[in-house]
């Protein structure tokens, strides 16, 4: 059930809302999508297939927790509050709070979806209304009225090897590499992420629904260091960090198999969180590049020994090659290792298709898409 406009078909939001309503949903995962393309071909893999569903579940530290709390008596305005070791700030209303990731939130988080109750304590400056300076209690999950959080850079379109070329261990925003030139890590997935599947996240936009720790969250818009305006291949695709979304997604429904505190000795604290998308085959051009294996996908080399705006760059790598968990750059051989987790993307795909095919998760293209215009603009 499509048009077609010239030879090239197209398919329509509304045409793939029937299909889900009547169960006639064809979705698959992004590996899934390949494996038809090449045994079917393009065309007939296109047919066969609705929706590809893509997944990422790397570490961010870029995250908030932000808790509604109900009023004590006498009521507080609070100002500076304490969740376990986590330490944030209020302002934002009576009983609004804050919470970093960084300072200790993804192990609240943790904790707080384990089921344990964390001491909080909390003071303020009194006021006519708010007469309280000080509260002291105990929170469990039950005890939050309501909730969110908010990942700052849940999806983006590439990502990047780090290696250093200074001697012993050099910090990343992902962990230590072993220098000089020893060893690397990658933060993307290549073929099957989000952002390689469906290249300037051209089907999200504000309000576009993601799967989230196995719970809907929205996109809110551009993410930090959104800039959908870098070079890209051919095809399309990305080569370097390009366009990204925030996302927000309701802390009651976030599972804790799918979501993970980590901690950094350098770099502090974050979250490991697995985020699924769907990717709707609108026409054989988005079927494409969704169907571009990790051969044809690049990733940057940036040498994080120089602590600078701008990284040094070595060049870039096929996903293949990273993927095979060695590397060579010129006389340098490395190992390298993914920073995120290829377990827990895979079973956020499943859980997606899953519920795609049930209707129990809605398939929207975005209102409006992710602004054009560069997030990422540098400080003189």
């Not at 809302?17 to 169960?23: A, F, I, N, W």
């Not at 009225?145 to 849940?154: E, I, V």
């Not at 026409?283 to 701008?310: H, S």
Request: hydrophobic share 40%.
């Amino acid at each position: 059930m499509s048009a077609s406009r010239g030879n090239a078909p197209i398919r329509t939001e509304q045409e793939l809302e029937v299909l889900q309503r009547s169960g006639d949903l064809q979705v698959c995962s992004a590996a899934a999508f390949r494996e038809r393309v090449a045994t079917r071909g393009l065309e007939q893999a296109f047919a066969d297939t609705h929706v590809v569903v893509a997944g990422d579940a790397g570490f961010t530290a870029q995250a908030s927790l932000v808790l509604h709390l109900g009023p004590s008596d006498p009521p507080i305005r609070i100002e500076r509050f304490r969740l376990g070791r986590a330490e944030g700030g209020g302002s934002h209303g009576n009983t609004d709070l804050v919470l970093p990731i960084q300072q200790g939130g993804a192990q609240a988080l943790e904790q707080l979806l384990q089921g344990r109750r964390l001491p909080f304590s909390a003071s303020g400056l009194a006021t006519l209304q708010q007469p309280r300076q000080e509260l002291e209690t105990q929170l469990s999950l039950g005890q939050i009225g309501a909730g969110r959080l908010l990942l700052h850079r849940a999806i983006s379109e590439n990502g990047v090897v780090a290696i250093s070329s200074r001697e012993g261990l050099t910090p990343t925003p992902w962990g230590p590499v072993l220098g000089p030139i020893s060893s690397a890590l990658f933060n993307c997935a290549g073929a099957g992420s989000i952002g390689l599947t469906m290249p300037g996240l051209h089907g999200l936009g504000p309000g576009s629904p993601v799967l989230v720790a196995g719970t809907i969250g929205w996109v809110s818009g551009a993410g930090a260091g959104h800039n959908p305006l870098v070079r890209r291949s051919a095809s399309g695709h990305a080569l370097s960090p390009g366009a990204s979304c925030s996302v927000e997604a309701d802390l009651h429904g976030l599972q804790p198999r799918w979501i993970r505190a980590c901690s950094h000795r350098q770099e502090g604290d974050g979250l490991l969180v697995a985020i699924a998308a769907p990717v709707p085959l609108l026409n054989l051009t988005v079927a494409r590049q969704a169907a571009c294996g990790n051969e044809q996908l690049q990733a940057p080399v940036l040498d994080y020994g120089v602590p600078r705006r701008v990284k040094p760059s070595l060049g870039s790598v096929s996903y293949g090659d990273l993927l095979d968990g060695a590397l060579q750059l010129d006389a340098h051989r490395l190992c390298c290792a993914p920073a995120f987790s290829p377990r827990l993307a895979a079973e956020m795909v499943e859980e997606l298709c899953t519920l795609l095919q049930a209707a129990r998760f809605p398939l929207r293209l975005p209102l409006q898409g992710l602004p054009q215009r560069p997030a990422l603009l540098p400080l003189e």
